[in-house]
């Protein structure tokens, strides 16, 4: 299926600038001048979709404990933004609602990052497609659904068929192309620390999207596009789109 997609994807919004995967994160990458987003989303333990990244609270809130393990009402309260700087205190952890809401506010589209919880990641996919369907509007672009998970992107399928996914690989393995073939896939993640040239050609020459995080460096970037790498994701998006667009 047809996927477009800039050659620079803001790598949870624009953590360098605001604390990651929030709001404020979203608002700063489209300042810089992002077009895309990419964020991640998880559950609470009462099953609430909200953009997190990290299985524990205590990296990026106020919090303590396992997100998995702590209801909604508990996480709509927490603090995100104070660890990063006072200026951001009482930035919350967003739902994938508010999320959505915002990125079609702002003309982002995004790649949304299903996390691996394990045993609910059918359960995760299927719910947040399901949302992300309702709201998403039909004249943005539409966004790109990915998942170090076979089963999330698997029942992500299920529920929006046309709606291109992607599997993210550490290390692209030997099966990539049956991972393709099962699960209709319109592109690859790869992590650009051990891709090579050659699994880039593979991977086009396929008739595949390649993007490749998370790529904090001009030479690098330049490197990757220069393989056929079609989009990086990044952390210094305003860098990224100063010198190569978008």
């Given at each position: 299926?047809?996927?477009?997609?800039?050659?620079?994807?803001?790598?949870?919004?624009?953590?360098?600038?605001?604390?990651?995967?929030?709001?404020?994160?979203?608002?700063?990458?489209?300042?810089?001048?992002?077009?895309?987003?990419?964020?991640?989303?998880?559950?609470?333990?009462?099953?609430?979709?909200?953009?997190?990244?990290?299985?524990?609270?205590?990296?990026?809130?106020?919090?303590?404990?396992?997100?998995?393990?702590?209801?909604?009402?508990?996480?709509?309260?927490?603090?995100?933004?104070?660890?990063?700087?006072?200026?951001?205190?009482?930035?919350?952890?967003?739902?994938?609602?508010?999320?959505?809401?915002?990125?079609?506010?702002?003309?982002?589209?995004?790649?949304?990052?299903?996390?691996?919880?394990?045993?609910?990641?059918?359960?995760?996919?299927?719910?947040?497609?399901?949302i992300a369907r309702d709201i998403w509007p039909e004249m943005l672009p539409t966004p790109l659904i990915s998942s170090f998970s076979r089963i999330a992107v698997a029942a992500a399928r299920e529920?929006?068929?046309?709606?291109?996914?992607?599997?993210?690989?550490?290390?692209?393995?030997?099966?990539?192309?049956?991972?393709?073939?099962?699960?209709?896939?319109?592109?690859?993640?790869?992590?650009?620390?051990?891709?090579?040239?050659?699994?880039?050609?593979?991977?086009?020459?396929?008739?595949?999207?390649?993007?490749?995080?998370?790529?904090?460096?001009?030479?690098?970037?330049?490197?990757?596009?220069?393989?056929?790498?079609?989009?990086?994701?990044?952390?210094?998006?305003?860098?990224?789109?100063?010198?190569?667009?978008?």
């Amino acid at each position: 299926m047809s996927l477009k997609i800039p050659k620079i994807i803001a790598h949870r919004g624009s953590p360098r600038e605001a604390p990651e995967n929030t709001l404020a994160s979203f608002r700063r990458a489209k300042a810089a001048g992002a077009t895309w987003v990419e964020f991640d989303v998880a559950l609470t333990r009462d099953a609430r979709p909200v953009v997190f990244h990290d299985d524990a609270l205590d990296r990026t809130s106020d919090g303590q404990g396992l997100l998995a393990e702590t209801d909604f009402e508990i996480v709509k309260h927490l603090d995100a933004g104070t660890w990063f700087g006072p200026q951001f205190a009482g930035e919350p952890i967003p739902t994938l609602e508010e999320t959505l809401e915002l990125l079609a506010e702002l003309g982002l589209s995004f790649n949304m990052e299903i996390k691996t919880d394990p045993g609910r990641e059918a359960e995760l996919a299927k719910l947040v497609l399901l949302i992300a369907r309702d709201i998403w509007p039909e004249m943005l672009p539409t966004p790109l659904i990915s998942s170090f998970s076979r089963i999330a992107v698997a029942a992500a399928r299920e529920v929006a068929p046309d709606w291109p996914m992607d599997v993210i690989y550490d290390r692209i393995p030997a099966e990539w192309k049956d991972d393709a073939k099962t699960l209709d896939l319109a592109a690859i993640g790869a992590n650009h620390k051990h891709l090579t040239r050659e699994q880039v050609m593979d991977i086009r020459g396929f008739g595949l999207k390649l993007s490749s995080y998370t790529v904090n460096e001009i030479e690098r970037a330049d490197l990757l596009f220069q393989w056929g790498v079609d989009a990086i994701f990044t952390d210094v998006p305003g860098d990224m789109v100063r010198h190569f667009g978008n």
